[in-house]
């Protein structure tokens, strides 16, 4: 259980930092999964940094659980 939530928060964390950077650069347009969503299309830089925190938030949190 919990190398499945470090790998659920890497991915999540990674899809924020990916989208941030196309955001802002340009690159990573593949992986932006935020702006293929058209709800959010109006907020993408908010939703990515959510996406940063939430997946940092959820790796922390797989470290207090035991085996």
């Known amino acids: 259980m919990k190398k499945l939530c470090e790998s659920v928060g890497f ?3 990674i899809q924020g930092v990916a989208g941030l950077l196309h955001e802002w650069t340009g690159w ?4 932006a999964v935020v702006r293929r969503m058209e709800f959010l299309s109006g907020y993408p ?4 940094i959510v ?3 939430a997946g ?3 790796m ?3 470290d207090r659980l035991q085996e």
């Open 56 to 58: 940092a938030s959820v």
């Open 51 to 53: 996406l940063v925190v």
């Open 11 to 13: 991915i999540v964390f």
């Open 28 to 31: 990573f347009r593949l992986w």
């Open 60 to 62: 922390v949190a797989a």
């Open 45 to 48: 830089v908010f939703v990515n």
